[in-house]
T-cell receptor, first 107, second 117 residues
Framework: RKEVEQDPGPFNVPEGATVAFNCTYS??????FFWYRQDCRKEPKLLMS???SGNEDGRFTAQLNRASQYISLLIRDSKLSDSATYLC????????FGAGTTVTVRA | GAVVSQHPSRVICKSGTSVKIECRSL??????MFWYRQFPKQSLMLMAT?????????EQGVEKDKFLINHASLTLSTLTVTSAHPEDSSFYIC?????????????FGEGSRLTVL
């Protein structure tokens, strides 16, 4: 089993829609998690940190389910600019990256 | 916020040559930097952890003699791809933490796209 697994997508959604996707992790002792956004051919940029049960920042909500070992990211009222690949990162003794979930928001 | 600068952003070289990529933390001291490579549509793969003033820690399967890492100061780490071959063509990204331990935010350089002909 991979350390971090994500649904690669792509998730194609219209503007204004809500889109959500999960990331599962294998190490039950993992303590902190991140969602990064990566645009094509660019470096990843931090979107949100998740240390406890969850976090919310504007249209973005991250939730952590320790029992089932997954974190989720929900994007409300999708904008065209939300189109990107979203990387799940699990923070153990090293950072483990998921392969990313591609989201495409269409007009 | 903290900024990590990586140079060059794009490099094309002939097979057999060596290429050096620099990673600088511009407004903070980074005792630890990380080097990743990313193939198209794949996740970032950690290559090595670069520690200032000591030898880098390489991940399993990464050839330390091929990917030379030097972290001579608190603001600069370099990755040298020696005797590059076409299979080394990839996107190389560095990152640095703003604080020790595992809670500091991780900032990434802009990445360096290496193409070996």
């Amino acid at each position: 089993r991979k350390e971090v697994e994500q649904d690669p997508g792509p998730f194609n959604v219209p503007e204004g829609a809500t889109v959500a996707f999960n990331c599962t992790y294998s190490n039950s002792a993992s303590q902190s998690f991140f969602w990064y956004r990566q645009d094509c051919r660019k470096e990843p940029k931090l979107l949100m940190s998740v240390y406890s049960s969850g976090n919310e920042d504007g249209r973005f909500t991250a939730q952590l389910n320790r029992a089932s070992q997954y974190i989720s990211l929900l994007i409300r009222d999708s904008k065209l600019s939300d189109s990107a690949t979203y990387l799940c990162v699990v923070n153990d003794y090293k950072l483990s990256f998921g392969a990313g979930t591609t989201v495409t928001v269409r007009a | 916020g903290a900024v990590v600068s990586q140079h060059p952003s794009r490099v094309i070289c002939k097979s057999g040559t060596s290429v050096k990529i620099e990673c600088r933390s511009l407004d903070f001291q980074a005792t630890t930097m990380f080097w990743y490579r990313q193939f198209p549509k794949q996740s970032l793969m950690l290559m090595a952890t670069s520690n200032e003033g000591s030898k880098a820690t390489y991940e399993q399967g990464v050839e330390k003699d091929k990917f030379l890492i030097n972290h001579a100061s608190l603001t600069l780490s370099t990755l040298t791809v020696t005797s590059a071959h076409p299979e080394d063509s990839s996107f190389y990204i560095c990152s640095a933490r703003t604080s020790g331990g595992f809670t500091g935010e991780l900032f990434f350089g802009e990445g360096s796209r290496l193409t070996v002909l």
